[in-house]
Nanobody
Framework: QVQVVESGGGLVQAGGSLRLSCTASGLTLDVPAMGWFRQAPGKEREGVSCIGWNGDYKDYTDSVKGRFTISRDNAKNTLYLQMNSLKPEDTAMYYC???????????????????WGQGTQVTVSS
C-alpha cells in the first residue's frame, strides 16, 4: 500500500522559513519524479516545484524561484522543500506527489502524478 505523508507545515511570520518533508512508502514505480503543489482557499492548485529521479533536475514556479529549494534523499524515500523569505501569498495547503515517470517534463500540469499526500498547511502572517 502506497503512503505519502507530508509534515513540517505551520504558522510563520513573513520573512520566516519552514522546511516541509514528505515520506513516500510502498511505491512500486521506478524511482519517480516528485513534486510539491499547493492550493490556497478559493484558488486552483498550482505546481510549486519538481525534482527528477536522481535530484539533478529541479524546477520551480516563478513566484518561488530564489526562495524555495527542493531536494530528495532516495535512501530515505524522503522529499524536502526548504522555504525561505516566506510571503503571505505563500499561504496554502502544500501537497507532495509522486509521478509515474522519472522526469519533470510538463510537471506543472500535474499530469501523471499518481500518488498524493493529504497535505500540510502553511500559513504566513503579515
Amino acid at each position: 500500500q502506497v503512503q505519502v505523508v507530508e509534515s513540517g507545515g505551520g504558522l510563520v511570520q513573513a520573512g520566516g522559513s519552514l522546511r516541509l518533508s514528505c515520506t513516500a512508502s510502498g511505491l512500486t514505480l521506478d524511482v519517480p519524479a516528485m513534486g510539491w503543489f499547493r492550493q490556497a482557499p478559493g484558488k486552483e492548485r498550482e505546481g510549486v516545484s519538481c525534482i527528477g529521479w536522481n535530484g539533478d533536475y529541479k524546477d520551480y514556479t516563478d513566484s518561488v524561484k530564489g526562495r524555495f529549494t527542493i531536494s530528495r534523499d532516495n535512501a530515505k524515500n524522503t522529499l524536502y522543500l526548504q522555504m525561505n523569505s516566506l510571503k503571505p501569498e505563500d499561504t496554502a495547503m502544500y501537497y507532495c506527489a509522486a509521478r509515474r515517470r522519472s522526469f519533470c517534463t510538463r510537471w506543472a500540469t500535474s499530469e501523471d502524478f499518481v500518488y498524493w499526500g493529504q497535505g500540510t498547511q502553511v500559513t504566513v502572517s503579515s
